[in-house]
């Protein structure tokens, strides 16, 4: 999975355009201050996800997730850093939802 750094500024940066075939993604903030992420290029700082220093923000479509859609980042002031690792493919169609194990209650007495 390649990893690659988009230099985020003060307007909505695009950090992700569409493709349906990426299946995972992965973005790690890496600079000093928070980093917004939106769907929408409106207003990312107040309505976005915020990403904070250090922080990152996994998405996986098997889990219905959406990183195939296109996505921007946006900072309140300077510019900043945030890395990029995605996972492309396709995804296996699941005709019944996977058995999770069970979990033992205690009993009540």
């Given at each position: 999975?390649?990893?690659?750094?988009v230099?985020?500024?003060?307007?909505?940066?695009q950090?992700?355009?569409?493709?349906?075939?990426?299946?995972?993604?992965?973005?790690?903030?890496?600079?000093?201050?928070?980093?917004?992420?939106?769907?929408?290029?409106?207003?990312?700082?107040?309505?976005?996800?915020?990403?904070?220093?250090?922080?990152?923000?996994?998405?996986?479509?098997?889990?219905?997730?959406?990183?195939?859609?296109?996505?921007?980042?946006?900072?309140?002031?300077?510019?900043?850093?945030?890395?990029?690792?995605?996972?492309?493919?396709?995804?296996?169609v699941?005709?019944?939802?996977?058995?999770?194990?069970?979990?033992?209650?205690?009993?009540?007495?």
């Amino acid at each position: 999975m390649p990893v690659r750094t988009v230099t985020v500024g003060t307007t909505p940066t695009q950090v992700m355009a569409y493709n349906n075939r990426r299946t995972t993604v992965s973005l790690t903030n890496v600079g000093t201050a928070t980093i917004y992420l939106s769907d929408s290029q409106t207003d990312i700082t107040n309505q976005g996800y915020p990403i904070e220093v250090g922080g990152a923000y996994d998405m996986l479509r098997a889990l219905g997730d959406q990183p195939n859609l296109q996505w921007f980042a946006e900072v309140a002031a300077a510019t900043q850093e945030i890395r990029i690792i995605e996972s492309f493919g396709d995804l296996p169609v699941m005709f019944t939802p996977p058995e999770l194990p069970s979990i033992a209650q205690p009993e009540v007495t």
